[in-house]
């Protein structure tokens, strides 16, 4: 909370201002308060003497090292301020300089400095009070309590000080971690969106590869079949298109708060529409089966669970060369275990396969570890390729529905 004091002006101007100046200036000040005495004499005292001046000098010039060496100006100020009151009529009526170093050493010094000062001017200030003829008892109560009082105003200062240095470290502190936790979060982002850049592009160029290198072989002999092969290239283009809009809508923040609204990304409903098109685009014989009762998913689980099995069919699409592919919902209840098989070449086809220079197994396995689950990729028991991913799901909730 900002300082509404009318004096944070000036106490921020001196908080920038040379402090041997200031300290220089608060000298001055002194050394004219104890002048007073010898410029305007009370009545009937005697007049403050020139070796009183001095004394009372004595306590004022080294108030200007008080921020450099308060524990030395303290002692010098210290000896000095009793010779004054002992040796010179008539003595100080207040302890300028006693009351700024004391305030210096309980704002600056050490603690066990702080505390022997402290002891020694209570010891001092009551001892040469007692050596005066006409000492009152208010004199005692009055000097006393004025030690203290600077002892506290400077014990306060010194608090105030640390608790802001506290304050503005644990801010420090804070926007660090917080510009750390901002960089994890677009890293993983960033990872996240190259995930699913690399399982749609993939996916798509698949199918259109496909479609693309069996449309010249038909286009004389079936033209209906070329002409259904050119349009599942559309088609997969479009869609290729539609996904990638929504990815990449998120990197547009002005859209998120203003544009248009974004389609949610594909979930578990969208499988069936998925196994279908790869089936028809890519000439396998390719079907869904679901075991179990469906359970409510995540959002995040959702987009995952998609994304492995879009991965797994374009892997068979681009490396296995299979005639048909299944994938396997069995849902118990806590997991969900998706199964991905083929009838193609099995774990020595290049690319994604083990030992293959792809990234599209490493994406799985990521997404899956993302949301808390496990794969385990490799050979079918009857040959070909098998992507078994188990996921987590919820323990309550309406099912998931598959449409």
Same mark, same amino acid.
């Given at each position: ?10 106490? %921020? ?26 410029? *305007? ?14 004394? &009372? ?8 090292? +008080? ?10 100020? @210290? ?17 300028? &300089? ?21 002891? &020694?001017?209570?010891? =001092? ?16 109560? *009055?000097?006393?309590? @004025?030690?203290? /009082?600077?002892?506290? *105003? ?35 982002? +960033? ?81 069936? =529409? ?16 679901? @075991? ?29 060369? %299979? ?27 290049? =690319? ?10 490493? &994406? ?6 993302? /949301? ?32």
């Amino acid at each position: 909370m900002p300082d509404r004091s009318p004096l944070a002006p000036v106490v %921020a101007r001196l908080r920038t201002t040379n402090p041997y100046a200031v300290d220089a200036t608060v000298a001055a000040l002194a050394l004219f308060a104890v002048s007073l005495q010898w410029l *305007f004499p009370d009545e009937g005292d005697d007049p403050l003497s020139w070796r009183g001046w001095l004394l &009372g000098a004595a306590t004022a010039v080294p108030l200007v090292w +008080r921020r450099a060496a308060p524990f030395a100006t303290a002692c010098a100020v @210290s000896v000095a301020t009793p010779a004054q009151a002992l040796y010179h009529a008539p003595p100080p009526d207040l302890m300028y &300089g006693g009351f700024v170093v004391l305030y210096t050493l309980a704002a600056l010094a050490r603690p066990w400095q702080r505390r022997v000062m402290l002891a &020694g001017w209570l010891i =001092g200030v009551a001892t040469t009070i007692s050596h005066r003829e006409d000492a009152e008892p208010f004199e005692y109560a *009055f000097q006393l309590l @004025s030690i203290v /009082c600077a002892y506290a *105003f400077g014990s306060l200062s010194r608090s105030r000080r640390a608790y802001t240095a506290e304050l503005e470290d644990r801010a420090r502190r804070l926007e660090r971690e917080r510009a750390a936790d901002t960089a994890r979060a677009t890293a993983r982002e +960033r990872a996240r969106i190259a995930r699913d850049m690399h399982d749609i592009l993939a996916h798509a160029v698949s199918l259109m590869v496909v479609q693309a290198e069996a449309g010249p072989v038909v286009v004389r002999s079936d033209p209906a079949r070329a002409e259904a092969a050119f349009d599942a290239i559309a088609t997969a283009g479009r869609d290729a298109m539609t996904q990638l809009r929504r990815i990449l809508g998120v990197l547009k923040e002005e859209e998120r708060e203003s544009g248009p609204r974004r389609l949610p990304q594909p979930g578990l409903a969208a499988l069936p =529409g998925l196994v279908r098109l790869v089936g028809e685009s890519a000439g396998l014989r390719a079907e869904l089966r679901m @075991s179990g009762e469906p359970r409510p998913l995540p959002p995040d689980t959702e987009v995952a669970a998609y994304r492995i099995v879009q991965e797994a069919l374009t892997n068979t699409v681009k490396h296995a060369y %299979a005639s048909c592919a299944a994938v396997a919902l069995d849902w118990a209840e806590d997991a969900v275990t998706l199964t991905v098989t083929d009838d193609g070449r099995g774990p020595s086809a290049p =690319g994604d396969g083990p030992g293959g220079g792809g990234h599209g197994l490493i &994406g799985i396995r990521e997404r899956a570890a993302a /949301c808390g689950g496990e794969a385990v990729t490799g050979g079918g028991p009857d040959g070909g390729f098998r992507v078994v991913v188990r996921l987590p799901v919820v323990a309550a909730g309406r099912p998931a529905a598959l449409g």
